[in-house]
């Protein structure tokens, strides 16, 4: 065997050996960065991304409860014309999903578990 043939699998072997470490450290941030982490009473809690605007929404979305009496969840909402399109009326304690808060801070674009409808409601009647 000649000596750059020597060389050249001297030289594989040792790339194959520093590859393999970085390619599990890839895969461990990889599987760290989506970890799920246990919740109360045994659930699943995924860690929490994006800001909650329009463009970068919460993911998985924010849990909330309706602290208001009654709150309306409307259809549409637009800064001009305010909320419109009436869904449903719920009532206090209802929980929420909310994917964002609009500009302005007013209202907050919300999945109604019980109804699985999506839509805008008050922010000033939702807790988190």
Not at 5 to 23: D, K
Request: aromatic share 8%; charged share 20%; net charge positive.
């Amino acid at each position: 065997m000649t000596d750059s043939l020597r060389a050249r699998r001297r030289l594989r072997r040792t790339a194959a050996v520093l590859t393999l470490p970085l390619a599990g450290l890839t895969l461990l941030a990889s599987a760290q960065a989506n970890a799920a982490e246990p919740g109360p009473a045994g659930t699943t809690v995924t860690a929490q991304r994006g800001t909650g605007t329009l463009e970068d929404p919460w993911v998985p979305m924010l849990s909330a409860r309706i602290t208001c009496d009654t709150a309306t969840l409307f259809g549409n909402y637009s800064p001009e014309d305010g909320h419109k399109n009436k869904i449903k009326e719920l009532e206090a304690g209802t929980w929420m999903g909310v994917r964002y808060i609009v500009a302005g801070g007013y209202s907050a674009n919300v999945l109604w578990h019980g109804g699985d409808k999506w839509g805008f409601l008050r922010k000033d009647c939702l807790s988190y």
